[in-house]
C-alpha cells in the first residue's frame, strides 16, 4: 500500500510540474505588459506621433517635387486667360465699332429723310400759295394807273409785297424766264412765237412765273418760245 501511495504521489508531482512550468511568466514579458497597463495612452500617443513626423517628412519632399511642375503650369494658364481676355475685348471693341457706325448710319438716314419730309410739305405748302400770289398779280395788273395812288391799292401792293418777301425768307424765289435760253428743267413752253430781236430758243415771253423751294423746283415757268 505504501507503495502505491508513493506512485500516486509522483504521478501527481509530474502532473504538476508542467502545468507550473507552463504557468510561470516571462519576467521581461511581464514587465512589458505591466508598462502596458499602467500607461496605455503613452502608446497611443506614441502611435499618433509617428504617422505625424512621416507626414512632416514628406511634406516638404512633395512640396519640392510638386513646386517645379506647378511653376511651369501656372505661366501657360496665364497666358492662355490673357489671350482669350484679349480676344473677348477685342471682339466687343469690333461689335461697338460696328454699332456705333451702324448707329451714326441710321440718324444721318433719319435726318435725310427728316429733311425730305420736311421739303416735301413746305413744297405742298408752297404750292397751295402760289395761285395766290397769282391773283394778287392779275389783280394789280388790272388796276388802271389813275387808280394806282388809290390807298386800297397800295395797300394791296403792300401786302403782295410781303407775302413775296417771307416766300423768300423761307427759300421760295421766282425762276428767272424772258430772255433766257429754253431750259426743260425749269421752263414748259406752252407756244412759239417769232421775234427778230431774239435767237431762236429763247424765252420771249413769260405766261405764269415759275417758282423755286431751295433747289427744287415747285412749278415750271409757263412760258413762249422763239422759233
Given at each position: 500500500?505504501?507503495?502505491?501511495?508513493?506512485?500516486?504521489?509522483?504521478?501527481?508531482?509530474?502532473?504538476?510540474?508542467?502545468?507550473?512550468?507552463e504557468?510561470?511568466?516571462?519576467?521581461?514579458?511581464?514587465?512589458?505588459?505591466?508598462?502596458?497597463?499602467?500607461?496605455?495612452?503613452?502608446?497611443?500617443?506614441?502611435?499618433?506621433?509617428?504617422?505625424?513626423?512621416?507626414?512632416?517628412v514628406?511634406?516638404?519632399?512633395?512640396?519640392?517635387?510638386?513646386?517645379?511642375?506647378?511653376?511651369?503650369?501656372?505661366?501657360?494658364?496665364?497666358?492662355?486667360?490673357?489671350?482669350?481676355?484679349?480676344?473677348?475685348?477685342?471682339?466687343?471693341?469690333?461689335?461697338?465699332?460696328?454699332?456705333?457706325?451702324?448707329?451714326?448710319?441710321?440718324?444721318?438716314?433719319?435726318?435725310?429723310?427728316?429733311?425730305?419730309?420736311?421739303?416735301?410739305?413746305?413744297?405742298?405748302?408752297?404750292?397751295?400759295?402760289?395761285?395766290?400770289?397769282?391773283?394778287?398779280?392779275?389783280?394789280?395788273?388790272?388796276?388802271?394807273?389813275?387808280?394806282?395812288?388809290?390807298?386800297?391799292?397800295?395797300?394791296?401792293?403792300?401786302?403782295?409785297?410781303?407775302?413775296?418777301?417771307?416766300?423768300?425768307?423761307?427759300?421760295?424765289?421766282?425762276?428767272?424766264?424772258?430772255?433766257?435760253?429754253?431750259?426743260?428743267?425749269?421752263?414748259?413752253?406752252?407756244?412759239?412765237?417769232?421775234n427778230?430781236?431774239?435767237?431762236?430758243?429763247?424765252?420771249?415771253?413769260?405766261?405764269?412765273?415759275?417758282?423755286?423751294?431751295?433747289?427744287?423746283?415747285?412749278?415750271?415757268?409757263?412760258?413762249?418760245?422763239?422759233?
Open positions: 500500500m505504501e507503495e502505491k501511495q508513493k506512485d500516486i504521489q509522483e504521478q501527481e508531482v509530474q502532473a504538476e510540474d508542467p502545468v507550473k512550468e504557468q510561470e511568466p516571462d519576467p521581461a514579458g511581464t514587465e512589458e505588459t505591466a508598462a502596458r497597463a499602467e500607461d496605455p495612452a503613452g502608446e497611443a500617443e506614441e502611435a499618433s506621433q509617428e504617422p505625424e513626423e512621416e507626414e512632416a514628406q511634406e516638404p519632399e512633395e512640396a519640392a517635387e510638386a513646386g517645379p511642375e506647378s511653376r511651369k503650369k501656372n505661366p501657360f494658364k496665364k497666358k492662355e486667360k490673357k489671350d482669350k481676355a484679349a480676344e473677348q475685348i477685342a471682339e466687343l471693341n469690333d461689335k461697338v465699332k460696328r454699332q456705333m457706325a451702324e448707329f451714326d448710319n441710321f440718324r444721318k438716314r433719319t435726318e435725310r429723310e427728316k429733311t425730305q419730309m420736311f421739303e416735301i410739305g413746305a413744297k405742298s405748302v408752297v404750292e397751295k400759295i402760289l395761285p395766290v400770289i397769282d391773283n394778287f398779280e392779275r389783280g394789280l395788273m388790272a388796276v388802271p394807273e389813275e387808280s394806282r395812288e388809290d390807298g386800297f391799292v397800295q395797300g394791296m401792293d403792300k401786302i403782295y409785297k410781303q407775302l413775296l418777301t417771307e416766300l423768300e425768307n423761307l427759300g421760295v424765289k421766282p425762276i428767272e424766264a424772258v430772255g433766257k435760253e429754253f431750259d426743260p428743267d425749269y421752263h414748259n413752253a406752252v407756244m412759239q412765237v417769232e427778230d430781236e431774239l435767237p431762236s430758243g429763247t424765252v420771249a415771253q413769260e405766261l405764269q412765273k415759275g417758282y423755286m423751294y431751295r433747289d427744287s423746283v415747285v412749278r415750271h415757268s409757263m412760258v413762249a418760245v422763239v422759233q
